[in-house]
């Protein structure tokens, strides 16, 4: 099993990544991305330790494996899957949106499923085995970046003027594929071994040459990562901000000067229906899924025990609007819970023998997602009040030898020191008001898509409206103006007037 050490000295590989108009040489020392790095790499030290339960025998690989990649062909399997990714995600509190496991829960049912890949003339199934058990092999950290850019949101690829903006084939060789363009938002693919890029939207046949799947190290010759403003370097440091220094991923731009695609590195090749079907024919699309709402209902109990504890240290735990407040709260966090250890309740196996979560509860929680999560940053925000606008403005103000007094005397609460209050309030601050928190407000919103597609498409096409409606219709039918049966009258029924 790969540890932390083996991660961090991987990274040194001479990727491209690009960050303030210069190229870092090496993310695992650089302020922007070395803090995640070390994140990243506490994981893998957790899973290399037989005693933390994340190590299973594979069927693929013959050898021990990470779990959290694994395929669950049983219900005690797809809980044990769980169990991995509730240990990573306890690690981080939820706050690594895109961890090893994230995408590596959508390889695992390609590879459970790679007959989908095979078509007529383009048979690559053994290149998403392939892949799949080096991934497990090797425990690759895998992005992906599945999303066009915001060129224009109204029409697809084909219709865009520009030279291949979205990436796409431009060239075919013996070798493989030559591609072009670009492709967003490779979260955490600047400190990842690999990318997964393809594409979630739906294509017509018009955009065939960007209906491609394909994945490839980050260091790949042609390949560079344009990254957003990191938040991490201009922190004041961890005490200030807990989670910016420990968490902030990055989120990059992936672009493709001519990049050649090997032909074992392709796993869909200009064909739009196929590029669908291997998020929602393979099971992908909710297992992957499940992994996010693990990791999400992690991320929201912590965000309560914050709530809870800002409550009981400014003296407010006993009022009445408060408990209703945190109760609210509870009633939130409790609802992903639920739908989460119902999908794995109502979890059903594929042909392939691949337990999927059962996607009526799983979208059921996805398509509140957006609602949800800033109704919970606004009680924590209700419950902090003007305590954390009133902090020093740094820990060097209780430092030092002029504040340190006045710090310690007037930022206090009963029974609480002075350090312990503001050390909770930061912590707040870094949850509902950073830099650090704003991006992860936007990133709750869209995190499995834009909301009219979560709800509109996935939340409702798996509720299960034909069978309630063929209940209601039977229901409908039981009656009528021509056959009143008396017999269903209330009179009738000994009811009393």
Partial sequence: MRTGTDYLASLDDGRTIHLDGEVVSNVAEHPAFAPVARTMASLYDTSADPARGMQYESPETGGTANRALGIPRSREELAARRQATTTWARQTHGWVGRSPDHVGSFLAAFAANSHVFDVEGRPFAENVRRYYRRVLEEDFFVSYAIIPPQHSRATTAS???????????????????VVRGSQMLATGAAVADEIL??????????DSDFAVSFALPVNAPGLKLINRRPYAPSTTGAFDYPLTTRFDEPDSLVVFDDVLVPWDRVFVDRDPAILRAQFFATGAHALG????????AEKLKFIASIARKVSQVNGTDKIPGVQEKLGELAALVTSVESSLLAAEYTAEPDESGMMVPGRRALYG???????????????LRDLVGGGVLQMPAS???????????DVERYITSPDVSSEERIKLFRLAWDVIGSEFAGRHQ???LFYAGAPFVVKGVYTYQNFGYPELLEDLDSFLGSYSLEHDDADLRPAALGATT
Avoid at 198 to 204: A, F, M, R, V
Avoid at 395 to 405: A, K, N, P, V, Y
């Fill in 159 to 177: 219709g865009w003027e520009g030279d291949y903006i979205q990436v796409g084939v431009v060239d075919e060789t013996e070798e493989g594929l």
């Fill in 197 to 206: 890029v393809t594409c979630i939207k739906p294509l017509g046949p018009d």
């Fill in 289 to 296: 899924n499940w992994q996010a709402q693990t990791r999400f």
């Fill in 365 to 379: 929680a996805m398509g509140l997602q957006a609602e949800l999560y800033p109704r919970v940053i606004q009680i």
């Fill in 395 to 405: 820990h060097q103000d209780m430092l030092s030898e002029t504040t340190r007094g």
């Fill in 442 to 444: 936007q990133y709750e």
